[in-house]
């Protein structure tokens, strides 16, 4: 019988609009591929170091961050962006660089790391249309993926990442892109599926910003939608990993701002090697972690060192205090293989963008991560096309229900 999501048996993290784990930075609207499903208008424009400044004290004027996603466009396009990360270090933030790896070198890398890089998210999937790579599938992007985990691990000390968006045909290939990372848990720290979904920019909807109703056409997502499924959801990809991997068991999430059981950013942590998953986190470990970050450095944890990640035994003594780490702990201890090797942990999150409701509410990520600077404040990165084309996000309604 397939288990159903509970939102009342997961840790809701307590991220905020101001104290929040992440916080994310766009230097630069040029991007090097051209994504399917990419909501960014792709244009050669660059932030210089003075704005990049501007928006780094709009973050710590009002929001306390432990991490900060350095992305874009493609952020290897900005030609300072060793500056950049240097900047975000030099503040105490850890900088993460999101990037599709395409402008990437193992000399990059290493002028990354010593201006302070704590890690790299890349976003590889086979709906970029990248150089050789096009028509391959997503297994077949694996051996990309492993290009770069490989060249981060030879690097070394540095946070490996990756993400990619799912579509619905490609919804099927989740459970070996989940094997994969399993067979490289030693250097693949985290792997992050994002549902592909689209406001529905005409149908039943019109749009307002203030009082003006709109033509959206001039929005970049208002082009991305084909003759596909919009509306992939968190549960749907968590069904679709328990066909092969059973007990999969989320452990934490963020919830949505207008409905309070949906899954936005949906988070598990396992315990293994690259040739048995032992168990799952539960959800008093990520509380247990999340606090005990936040007493020690007033911060909630974002990104953890790769060091931490190869620490599983060390981590499944808090087997007393939750139920999916003691089963992990049973199940470790009578495998005399493990004598002497390591175990480690790697994360796995789905994210699930926003939904409009059938009532016109627009259903964000409450408590969103991702929280970008426009004019002088903090806004959705996600809708940051809005504000460029309109000066404001924009407001849904359905037909039947305009105002007066």
């Known amino acids: 019988m397939e288990r159903e999501l509970d939102h009342r048996e997961l840790y809701r993290l307590p991220w905020n609009l101001s104290d929040n784990a992440i916080a994310w930075l766009e230097p630069t609207a040029k991007c090097n591929l051209a994504c399917e499903g990419c909501y960014r208008t792709n244009i050669n424009e660059h932030k210089s170091l003075e704005e990049v400044a501007s928006d780094l004290d709009v973050f710590e004027r009002y929001r306390t961050v432990d991490g900060v996603s350095v992305a874009g466009g493609d952020p290897l396009t900005h030609p300072q962006i060793v500056d950049i990360i240097r900047m975000i270090a030099e503040r105490g933030w850890k900088p993460i660089l999101n990037t599709n790896g395409l402008a990437l070198s193992p000399d990059l890398l290493r002028e990354l790391k010593s201006a302070g890089l704590f890690g790299l998210t890349f976003h590889i999937d086979s709906k970029q249309g990248r150089p050789k790579w096009k028509n391959k599938t997503e297994q077949e992007h694996n051996d990309l993926r492993l290009h770069y985990a490989e060249m981060v691990a030879e690097v070394g000390g540095?946070?490996?990442?990756?993400?990619?968006?799912?579509?619905?045909?490609?919804?099927?290939?989740?459970?070996?892109?989940?094997?994969?990372a399993q067979r490289h848990i030693d250097i693949v720290h985290v792997m992050v599926f994002i549902c592909y979904r689209a406001a529905e920019m005409d149908g039943a909807f019109d749009y307002y910003a203030g009082g003006r109703k709109l033509e959206t056409s001039a929005l970049e997502y208002a082009h991305i939608q084909k003759a596909q499924r919009i509306d992939i959801s968190a549960p749907d990809v968590v069904a679709k990993i328990r066909e092969r991997f059973p007990e999969f068991s989320p452990c934490g999430y963020l919830n949505g701002t207008e409905k309070p059981d949906s899954f936005k950013w949906l988070f598990s942590l396992r315990f293994g090697t690259p040739k048995r998953i032992y168990g799952y986190a539960g959800a008093k470990m990520m509380e247990i972690a999340q606090t005990w970050h936040h007493l020690r450095t007033g911060r909630y944890m974002a990104y953890a060192q790769p060091n931490v990640h190869r620490r599983g035994k060390s981590l499944m003594w808090l087997w007393p205090f939750d139920s999916g780490?003691?089963?992990?702990?049973?199940?470790?201890?009578?495998?005399?293989?493990?004598?002497?090797?390591?175990?480690?942990?790697?994360?796995?999150?789905?994210?699930?963008?926003?939904?409009?409701l059938s009532d016109g509410r627009q259903n964000m990520c409450d408590g969103c991560p991702d929280m970008t600077v426009w004019d002088g404040r903090l806004a959705w990165s996600c809708r940051l096309e809005e504000c460029i084309e309109y000066g404001q996000f924009v407001r849904s309604v359905r037909r039947e229900e305009l105002p007066y």
């Open 158 to 180: 540095l946070s490996c990442a990756f993400n990619s968006t799912v579509y619905e045909d490609t919804l099927d290939s989740v459970p070996d892109l989940i094997a994969w």
């Open 325 to 356: 780490v003691r089963q992990a702990f049973r199940r470790a201890i009578v495998d005399p293989r493990l004598l002497f090797s390591r175990v480690h942990t790697q994360s796995i999150m789905v994210i699930q963008p926003i939904d409009i």
